[in-house]
Structures are given as structure tokens and as C-alpha cells.
């Protein structure tokens, strides 16, 4: 079996040929072992060669959520959001009114509307069916208070960051000292 580096390689077959125990009994944990790491299990195998040394790191992504909630989203999960808020609490109309990182978060009591406390939707219970949500009527599904939305950064204010798909945020912050480094394609890949 043969996995080209440098390029998207994908692994098909019939049901039951062996594709998911290829790659997470075999391959994975056997990358991880030759990168000096000890993998939780090892599936028998022959022999793992090629240009190893090229391999920097692996990861396993699976379709576990990334995080517990609704809350966790690629930023927060990254971390690059930490960077955002601190970015937004610089802003001179956030100085003025004494707003910190935290008031950018829509998981503290601090910036989060607290109607739907930051969820930016509010559930409601319906006896025999499923649950509903509907959009919260104070930030309209904004998830911020007013006072934190009137902060704007390049004319765009924390809720729509946060709405930002990764291609538009790579051109939104790209020239922002600390946060652009984060999304040039090196970094992200390399
Ligand atoms: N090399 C192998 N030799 C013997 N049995 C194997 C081998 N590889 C996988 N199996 C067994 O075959 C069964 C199916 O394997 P696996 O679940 O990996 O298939 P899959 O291709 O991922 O299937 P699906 O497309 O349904 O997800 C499992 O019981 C697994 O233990
Ligand atoms: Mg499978
Ligand atoms: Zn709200």
C-alpha cells in the first residue's frame, strides 16, 4: 500500500475492506510511532518505510464535535479567537468604555447578551416534539450586548468576525500584527 506525500490522498473500497482499520490501526498509530511517539494501539503490520523524515507531525480528525457545545467554533477551538478579542479590546471606542478581552467572549457575563446568554438563540420547550430554537429577540441572534456590537474593527463588528468563513477571514487579518502570520499558508499547513 502506497500514500503519496504533498498531495489530498484518499482511501476507497468496498464496504468491509479494511479502510478504517488501514488507517486508524495501521497507519496512524504507526506515523505516531515513528515521529517518536507512543500510540494508544498498534495494529500488526509488516513495515512501514518511505520518506518518513518529510513527515512532521500527523493528526486524526474525526467526526467527534470539537467541542462540547454550541460554543466551540474554529476560532475558539484554534484559539485564534483569544487573539480577536484582545484585537477588539484595543479599539479605541472599547478603550473608552473600559471594555477587556472577556467582553468579547460570548461565554462570560461580561459582553454576551445575557437574554440568551450569548447562545444568540433561545430554545424553547415543546411538549411532545423536538425542541425549537428561535432567534434571540434582544441581539437578534447576535450574541453580544449593543454596547460591545458598536465596537467596530475595519468596519466589522465582533459578531460579524465571527460569522466570517476562513477565506474571508484570511484577507480580514491579514495585515494584523500577530493574527495575519497565524493564516499564511505556511503556517497553516506547514
Ligand atoms: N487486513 C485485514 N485482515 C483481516 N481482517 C481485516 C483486515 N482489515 C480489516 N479487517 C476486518 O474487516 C472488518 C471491516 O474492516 P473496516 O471496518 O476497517 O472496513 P471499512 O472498509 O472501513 O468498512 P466501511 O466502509 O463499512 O466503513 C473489520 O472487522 C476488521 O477487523
Ligand atoms: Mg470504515
Ligand atoms: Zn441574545
Redesign the pocket.
Known sequence: MRFPLDVLTVVTGVSGSGKSTLVKEILYPALLKSLGQKPEALGEYESLEGSLRYVKGVEMVDQNPIGRSTRSNPATFTKVYDLIRDLFAQQPLARQRNFTPAHFSFNVEKGR????????K?RVEMQFMADVFLT????????FKKEVLEVNFQEKDIAEVLELTIDEAIVFLEHIPRLGPLFSPCSMWG
Open positions: 447578551c445575557e437574554t440568551c446568554q450569548g447562545e444568540g433561545i434571540c429577540e434582544t441581539c437578534q441572534g447576535k450574541r
